[in-house]
């Protein structure tokens, strides 16, 4: 099940969809300057003189009605966006009626859909089709339920894939791939400009949009923000290579295609394999974050357990002698009433990083209560006297500035199963436990 956006990814789409909008306002209205005080194109960036001025009047109308809309703006800055939006739809019409009357002669009549697939026009019926979307999404409703956010869902898909096909268009003009047959691509300024704003509002209430999806912090929403640019641009570079050979090499289609169907299969495979590879890490960071103590890094009660009753079985398969090992860390209450509980805390890691010395890697060592862990691995009685004096060896190495600041003690009492015997995990753990207190209390006696 969707988890729902992250709130970090969504103040960052916010941030994003407000520069997208402020810089789609700044080429619009450079390129509005130069169409209205011509004396001053010579200052101007050259390269963003190229966007004509119907172009230029909508993209600045489409990203001010976005910023206009905001939910917490007044009533009469949104009635403002919706003037703007009104706008730019009447100058989108008539580009495109315009456009229409050019391409079938001086009059509509008779005028087919074959006639509009043919004539190459088209980017810039498009253009204005787009701009006319993009004017509607940035006045509909934001109410989660609200049927107006599904129609902003079909709005987006359609922007997102006319924008894709301008963008891919001109980049297969540009690289050489494939040349237009009758007109030249949609203009660099123009593509830049229906870039940002459609990212501005695909971003637009993205925490009530099918796009949700990419916001999420869960393992789908990860891979999915991942895989997406990668499979875009491996079409991309298909088809250019696809494009490329055929100018180039003097190949049938029937070869070609099983040639380019074979490297999308290699590729496609290598990606499935790293594909595969994130999710078993992911996997393995979700299930320490499951079986592991947040404070001290080592194995919760769950883990402990799990993972001590896989080592016990791998123990009396082989025969071995198996322990657990429970210690428990004295005085931890008086650290926290005189020193605070962050030095508790302090103290608690230091005891685990004091386990993880002197213990084997293989050895199973968690925190099984406030200031109790345990230790579960192959010892006999010689090897647990041997590593607890160990333990009591580095104890007093500690730095004397933090054995100054809060001493450590431990009470330790063990648990051995032999072979051949059936004791489960959990009543090793139990005896353990038991002999530890049984110590602890016996050398408070003889204190007393």
């Not at 004396?39 to 489409?62: D, E, T």
Request: glycine share 6%; hydrophobic share 50%.
């Amino acid at each position: 099940m969707f988890d729902g956006p992250s709130p970090k990814l969504l103040h960052s789409a916010f941030f994003v969809e407000q520069v997208c909008l402020g810089l789609a306002a700044q080429i619009a209205a450079i390129a509005l300057c130069g169409w209205i005080f011509p004396g001053v194109r010579h200052i101007l960036p050259a390269v963003l003189l190229h966007l004509n001025a119907p172009q230029a009047v909508s993209v600045f109308l489409c990203a001010s009605s976005f910023l206009l809309s905001e939910p917490e703006r007044s009533r009469r800055f949104r009635s403002i966006a919706w003037f703007y939006t009104g706008l730019t739809l009447l100058i989108s019409t008539v580009t495109i009626a315009v456009i229409l009357r050019a391409s079938a002669g001086l009059s509509l009549h008779g005028f087919s859909l074959d006639d509009f697939i043919a004539m190459s026009p088209g980017a810039p019926v498009r253009v204005a089709l787009v701009l006319a979307f993009i004017a509607i999404l940035s006045v509909l409703s934001r109410r989660p339920q609200s049927n107006l956010i599904r129609i902003a869902d079909l709005l987006k898909i359609a922007v997102l894939l006319i924008v894709a096909d301008l963008t891919w268009e001109a980049l297969l003009s540009v690289t050489g791939s494939v040349s237009a047959p009758h007109a030249e691509p949609v203009a660099l300024e123009t593509l830049v400009c229906l870039i940002l704003l459609s990212t501005a509002a695909v971003l637009r209430d993205s925490e009530y949009s099918i796009f949700r999806a990419y916001l999420g912090s869960s393992i789908g929403s990860r891979l999915a923000r991942w895989l997406l640019p990668v499979l875009i641009a491996l079409q991309l570079f298909r088809e250019i290579l696809r494009a490329h050979l055929l100018a180039t090499i003097p190949l049938a289609t029937f070869y070609l295609i099983p040639v380019l169907t074979t490297i999308a299969t290699f590729v496609i495979f290598i990606l499935v394999l790293f594909v595969i590879r994130r999710i078993n890490s992911m996997e393995i960071t979700i299930r320490d974050l499951t079986l592991r103590d947040g404070l001290t890094g080592l194995y919760n009660v769950r883990g402990f357990q799990r993972f001590g009753e896989n080592a016990l079985a791998l123990a009396r398969r082989a025969q071995l002698p198996f322990a657990v090992v429970f210690i428990d860390l004295d005085r931890l209450k008086e650290i926290n009433d005189n020193l605070g509980h962050h030095i508790g805390s302090a103290a608690l890691a230091e005891t685990a990083r004091l386990l993880a010395n002197t213990f084997r890697e293989n050895d199973v060592v968690g925190r099984v209560g406030g200031d109790e862990f345990a230790v579960a691995g192959q010892f006999d009685e010689v090897s647990i006297v041997a590593i607890v004096e160990r333990l009591r060896k580095i104890t007093a190495s500690r730095d004397p500035e933090m054995q100054r600041l809060f001493p450590l003690s431990f009470s330790i009492g063990f648990a051995i199963s032999h072979g051949g015997n059936n004791e489960s995990f959990r009543e090793l753990l139990t005896r353990a436990d038991k002999a530890m207190y049984e110590i602890k209390h016996s050398t408070r006696r003889a204190r007393a």
